[in-house]
């Protein structure tokens, strides 16, 4: 099976952009976002329609919401995180530890604004960018491997 994952971080305000890419983000097996913006993108759930997975971001005050969440897409089991928390201005080593510890070779993050996607020590990494700046990322797999490819918006 071939799967479709969106992923969005750091909207922040600029909710027409996630708006924009509504007809990609419904045709996609998952949304999954980053944080930063999330009550943001909780005002317009009612307008997506696939499963999403979210985390909030050091901008984000919803406290129902968690910092981490780990889903399976296929056979791979994915991490989401905004990234502040394990302080991914600084690298990367944090995200490899919460990925190893929480047995995920497939990692979302946000926080730094900039794109990022590389594979260390067998784990997946990939930061979409901010939505803000007009990016995100469109992740493509057969659940065991992924291909992410940056877009704009």
Not at 88 to 96: D, F, K, T
Request: proline share 3%.
């Amino acid at each position: 099976m071939k799967y479709r994952l969106i992923v969005l971080s750091d909207v922040h305000y600029d909710i027409d952009r996630v708006r924009s890419i509504m007809p990609i983000i419904n045709s996609s097996d998952y949304l999954v976002f980053c944080g930063d913006g999330l009550n943001g993108l909780l005002s317009i759930r009612g307008e997506i329609t696939v499963p999403t997975v979210c985390v909030r971001g050091n901008n984000d005050w919803n406290t129902v919401v968690d910092d981490v969440a780990t889903f399976t897409v296929g056979d791979t089991r994915a991490l989401v995180t905004h990234g502040h928390r394990q302080d991914v201005r600084r690298g990367i080593s944090g995200l490899i530890e919460l990925a190893t510890l929480n047995n995920c070779k497939l990692v979302f993050f946000g926080h730094t604004h900039s794109p990022y996607d590389a594979v260390n020590n067998g784990i997946h990494i990939i930061n979409p960018g901010a939505v803000c700046n007009g990016t995100y990322a469109l992740v493509t797999g057969d659940g065991q491997t992924f291909a992410s490819k940056l877009c704009f918006v």
